[in-house]
Structures are given as C-alpha cells and as structure tokens.
C-alpha cells in the first residue's frame, strides 16, 4: 500500500533546469565553448561536480581538482543569483494541489534531491514547511542513480520503500527509485522516463486517485 510521495524538487516542483543551463552556458561561453539545450538533459539529476565533469567532456577539456572547485563555485554562484528572485508562482501547474490532496489523505511528503541548494530553493517558494522529510544534496553521500537519497527520504517519514512512490524527472532518478524498490512516476517525456512506472506530463490532472490505480496496477 503507498503511504508516501517522494519528490524530486528540481523540474518536478520547480523549473530550474533552465537557470541552471544559464549558468552552465555561461561558464562554457567563458571557457570558449558553446553548450547547447540538449546537452543540457545529460546534467538533469546529476551532481554539481558530474555536472561539471560532463561539461568538460563536452567541451573537450580537462581540468584539476582546485580548479574545478573554483569552476564550480563560480557556476553556483551565479546560479543562486537566479534562484534567489525566484517567487512562489514559479511552482509548477497542479503541485501545489496534489500535495494539498496527499495531506488532506494522510500521506507523508518527502523531498528526494540531489541539490545542495533545495532549502534555499524551497524557501523561495514557500514549501519548505510542506515536506515532513528533506533530504537533499547536503545529507547524501552516492548521487542519482544510486537509491540512498530516496531510501533516506523514506526511513525519514517512517516507511519501508515499498510503500513510497517517487516523483522524477531524470533517467537517473528514474533508475535509482527503481534500484530502491520503489515505485516511480516519471514526470515529463516517455522517451526519456520508459523505465518508470508510468509517466506524466504534469500535474495538472494527476490526482490522488491516479495513484491509488497505480498501487492496484502493481
Ligand atoms: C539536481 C539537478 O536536482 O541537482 C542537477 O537536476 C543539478 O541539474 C543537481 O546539477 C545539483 O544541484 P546543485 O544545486 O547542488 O548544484
Ligand atoms: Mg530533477
């Protein structure tokens, strides 16, 4: 029986893949390379530091350690430049319902992220009360795909993974829900997300009662 949701924050609850490509394309315009939307989906759901990693690749870089630290630090920065002026209306069409429905129906809340800057992001908007779990990029140590941020969410709202659906928008949230145990809903493309349990385009007519045909369809 599901008791629990588990979501992922960054283009599940919030769009901010597209200030985070801002602030990649802008340190690759100032390393003198062009990165484009599309390689901007390999970097959904993965790290700051694999984020940076990928980016190299794709410029055909290589770099040290100190230095990619301080690459790094110079993306982040200007990335919360963005997210500091975000404003609540930036939560995404039918959110803020569905999580009104699962609390209305007892079901616990949990955030499954791998961004080290969730809390601030989740303050912004005016959410971060809502979750009874937070568990973001700051309390895991293995990144998407590898499960620990969900398996955390889960033992955090009191549950076993069998009883939590997650919410993801990246193939390898997808994986690592799915290596978890869990049941996973895939928010967005069907091309990208096959390996979830069904896949959404939104939440605007996602109701509870499509969940509950999801936990009898399992
Ligand atoms: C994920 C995003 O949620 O968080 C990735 O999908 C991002 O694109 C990762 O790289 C880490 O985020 P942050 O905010 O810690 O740099
Ligand atoms: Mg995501």
Redesign the pocket.
């Known amino acids: 029986m599901i008791r629990g949701c588990i979501f992922?924050?960054?283009?599940v609850v919030v769009d901010t893949?597209k200030y985070?490509y801002l602030a990649w394309k802008r340190l690759a315009k100032e390393m003198g390379f062009d990165f484009t939307e599309q390689d901007n989906e390999r970097?959904?759901?993965?790290?700051?530091m694999r984020?940076l990693d990928i980016l190299l690749e794709i410029g055909g870089m290589t770099m040290g350690q100190e230095e990619k630290e301080v690459m790094a630090t110079k993306k982040?920065d200007w990335?919360r430049e963005y997210i500091l002026k975000m404003e609540p209306d930036e939560i995404l069409p039918g959110v803020q319902d569905f999580f009104a429905e699962l609390k209305n129906e007892g079901m616990k809340i949990a955030l499954g992220?791998?961004?080290?800057?969730a809390v601030t992001i989740l303050e912004q908007i005016g959410l971060k009360d809502t979750f009874d779990a937070i568990v973001d990029?700051t309390k895991v140590e293995k990144a998407k795909p590898d499960p620990e941020v969900f398996l955390k969410g889960a033992h955090e709202i009191g549950l076993m993974p069998e009883e939590c659906v997650v919410f993801e928008d990246?193939e390898a949230g997808v994986e690592a829900a799915k290596s978890g145990k869990m049941k996973c809903v895939g928010v967005g493309d069907p091309e990208i997300l096959g390996k979830a349990d069904i896949v959404i385009p939104g939440f605007q007519d996602f109701h509870l009662i499509d969940l509950q045909q999801l936990n009898t369809a399992l």
Do not use: P, Q
């Not at 970097?43 to 700051?48: D, H």
């Open positions: 992922d924050l960054d283009g893949a985070h970097l959904k759901g993965v790290s700051r984020s982040n990335y992220s791998a961004s080290k800057n990029g990246a």
